[in-house]
C-alpha cells in the first residue's frame, strides 16, 4: 500500500525536543494547513486542518534549532493512527504524520533543506545529488518508528535515480554554522 503525506503549513507551537534512551532524537509539534474552496452556494470558503507531526534523528534537531511557532514549513512523510486509553478508560485515537523530509520554507531559511529518509542524515540544498552527505555524523542503518522498522524508505531511496544537475552559477562559501546568526 502506499502512505504519502505532503502538507505546507505553519507550526502550531513550539518543538518539543526529546532523546530516547538510545540517543535517538524525537520532536514533537504541530502543523496548520489551510484549504480555500468554492462551496456548493459558490462562496469562497476557507478550511483550517491541524495536525500533530514527529520527527526523528538530525531532522528533530534541525527542527528544535531553527523553527517556532508559526514557522512556515514543508514536511513529507505518512500518516500513522495513534491509539491508546485515557484516565477514564475510554479508547481514544488520533491521526497524526511521521515526518521523512522536511523544508523550512521560512524567509531565513529559504535556502536550506534537511531530510530525514531512515537514516537520519541531514542533507544541504547546495546541489541535487547526495555526493555532499556528511561523513561525520553517525550512519545508522534504518531504526524503528512506532513499532514498524524504517530501512524499507531508505532502500526504495536509494534505489531511486537522482538527478546529476548542479548549479554552475552559484559559487559555493564556506561558512561555520556558529557564524550564522538564527
Known amino acids: 500500500m502506499f502512505n504519502k503525506v ?3 503549513g505553519n507550526l502550531t507551537r513550539d518543538v518539543e525536543l526529546r532523546y530516547l534512551p538510545s540517543s535517538l532524537a524525537v520532536a514533537k509539534t504541530g502543523i496548520a494547513t489551510n484549504r480555500k ?3 456548493q452556494d459558490g462562496q469562497m470558503k476557507d478550511e483550517t486542518c491541524f495536525i500533530d507531526i514527529t520527527l526523528f534523528g538530525r531532522t528533530a534537531e534541525v527542527a528544535n534549532q531553527y523553527l517556532k511557532k508559526g514557522s512556515k514549513v514543508l514536511v513529507e512523510g505518512h500518516l500513522i ?3 491508546w486509553v485515557d484516565q477514564a478508560g ?3 485515537s488520533k491521526h497524526s504524520v511521521t ?3 522536511m523544508q523550512m520554507l521560512s524567509a531565513k531559511d529559504s535556502s536550506s533543506e534537511y531530510t530525514n529518509s531512515g537514516g537520519y542524515d541531514s542533507y544541504s540544498y547546495d546541489s541535487f545529488d547526495n555526493s555532499n552527505q556528511s561523513s561525520s555524523k553517525p550512519q545508522m542503518s534504518g531504526g524503528y518508528q512506532n ?3 524504517n530501512n524499507q524508505y531508505q532502500n526504495n531511496r536509494q534505489s531511486q535515480p537522482q538527478p ?3 548549479f554552475e552559477s552559484i559559487p559555493e562559501i564556506d561558512i561555520n554554522e556558529d557564524d550564522i546568526p538564527f
Do not use: M, T
Request: net charge positive; aromatic share 10%; charged share 30%.
Open 6 to 8: 505532503i502538507l505546507v
Open 37 to 39: 474552496f468554492k462551496s
Open 81 to 83: 493512527l495513534e491509539q
Open 90 to 92: 475510554q479508547k481514544r
Open 99 to 101: 515526518v521523512e523530509n
Open 147 to 149: 513499532g514498524y522498522q
Open 164 to 166: 546529476q544537475q548542479k
